[in-house]
Structure formats: structure tokens, C-alpha cells
T-cell receptor, first 118, second 112 residues
Framework: GAVVSQHPSRVICKSGTSVKIECRSL??????MFWYRQFPKQSLMLMAT?????????EQGVEKDKFLINHASLTLSTLTVTSAHPEDSSFYIC??????????????FGPGTRLTVL | QKEVEQNSGPLSVPEGAIASLNCTYS??????FFWYRQYSGKSPELIMFIYSNGDKEDGRFTAQLNKASQYVSLLIRDSQPSDSATYLCAVRIWNQGGKLIFGQGTELSVKP
């Protein structure tokens, strides 16, 4: 149990285009999901906290108009990188926190999306 | 001072030895502590978590927490080459919306 999926796993796009990444909790409901970014040889940096039915909370330095987050249901959050540029190339990982049941409060990660902007 | 600090390593141990990974945190409001393992190119996977002072054992893994010293560690007994990965310490701070704050990770290499 507590499986998180992400789609796509890998995307290559041209500079200036927008890319949408989906994060789904497959076997549990997640009122809160988190979006992280990881550059090579670095740790995970939290970008934003996504709450179902409300606006996301962005970390300092993260542009909310560039990284659009929508958490429309208890099992789906999306991150849209708008007008992507090469410096946005990174490994984007979502995570969902279990809010009930045996794995209450544990946080599980999706497999990640590797974005390359040409 | 970073909120969560780990030695970046690499930490190299021979197969069968005990690997000891350490983590310190700065926020005394931290309440939950997690260890994740991350293989190259993959996302983190949860190894174990600890909430209370003392030791918590799960198979070959033991997490140790000392809130007074703001210190959490992970011991891996009988280390195997398949344990070679980056180990991430994470701290949950409830007065910051319950988000996980990660350390920079310690790279572990287990030599056959």
C-alpha cells in the first residue's frame, strides 16, 4: 500500500513551452502532497505544499506563476512548469502524506520526472 | 546554519560491517524524523521513521534519536553492496505545515 505514481517519467521539451507533471496517490487519499526538485548531486529542495481544494503554499524563492500547482482531488496533484527554460531542467519528485490508516503520517515519494529543456 | 545537516561522505565500509549515518537538526520543534534511501536516478524510499527518544529497530536497520542533543542516526548492520546509496535524513516540523526538510544526504559505499 501507499503507492505514488508520476507521469511522465521523462520529458524533453523546447525552451518556452509548458510542461505538466501529474502525481497520483494510487491506493490512498492524500489531502497534502509536496513537490520537490533535485539537481544532480544535491538534496531534495521543497518547492511547494499542495493542499486539496486550496491554494498551494510555495517555498521562499519559488515563483508561483512559473510553477503552477493544482490539487483538485484527493488523489491527484499537478505541477505545470510554464515557459520552461534550460535552467528548469531537473528531477521533479512529488510526495504524498498518508492521513489515515496504518501508515498514518508517513510520506511516500513518486518515481520522479526528469525534465530536460533544450 | 542549515536546518538538517549530514556528512556528505562518501562513507565507505566493507561488506558485513556496521554503517553509521548521522544527522543533526536545528529546530527544537521538530517532532518526527525519517530516513530515506535514494539510489542514483531514483526517488527516495522510506526506510524507517522515529518519533521518540531512544532506539527503534527494523531488521538490519536501527534508528537512534536524542532530542536533547538534536541528533538522529541510522545504523545498518551486516552491510551489503546493495545498501550502497545516498541516505537522506528528513525532519518534519509541524509548525511549518508538517513539511519534511531534508539533509544533503550521505553517500554510502559498501565494498565487497
Amino acid at each position: 500500500g501507499a503507492v505514488v505514481s508520476q507521469h511522465p517519467s521523462r520529458v524533453i521539451c523546447k525552451s518556452g513551452t509548458s510542461v505538466k507533471i501529474e502525481c497520483r496517490s494510487l491506493d490512498f487519499q492524500a489531502t497534502t502532497m509536496f513537490w520537490y526538485r533535485q539537481f544532480p548531486k544535491q538534496s531534495l529542495m521543497l518547492m511547494a505544499t499542495s493542499n486539496e481544494g486550496s491554494k498551494a503554499t510555495y517555498e521562499q524563492g519559488v515563483e508561483k506563476d512559473k510553477f503552477l500547482i493544482n490539487h483538485a482531488s484527493l488523489t491527484l496533484s499537478t505541477l505545470t512548469v510554464t515557459s520552461a527554460h534550460p535552467e528548469d531542467s531537473s528531477f521533479y519528485i512529488c510526495s504524498a502524506r498518508v492521513t489515515s490508516g496504518e501508515k498514518y503520517n508517513e510520506q511516500f515519494f513518486g518515481p520522479g520526472t526528469r525534465l530536460t529543456v533544450l | 546554519q542549515k536546518e538538517v545537516e549530514q556528512n556528505s561522505g562518501p562513507l565507505s565500509v566493507p561488506e558485513g560491517a556496521i554503517a553509521s549515518l548521522n544527522c543533526t537538526y536545528s529546530d527544537r520543534g521538530s517532532q518526527s524524523f525519517f530516513w530515506y534511501r535514494q539510489y542514483s536516478g531514483k526517488s527516495p524510499e522510506l526506510i524507517m521513521f522515529i518519533y521518540s527518544n531512544g532506539d527503534k529497530e527494523d531488521g538490519r536497520f536501527t534508528a537512534q534519536l536524542n532530542k536533547a542533543s538534536q541528533y538522529v542516526s541510522l545504523l545498518i548492520r551486516d552491510s551489503q553492496p546493495s545498501d550502497s546509496a545516498t541516505y537522506l535524513c528528513a525532519v518534519r516540523i509541524w509548525n511549518q505545515g508538517g513539511k519534511l526538510i531534508f539533509g544533503q544526504g550521505t553517500e554510502l559505499s559498501v565494498k565487497p
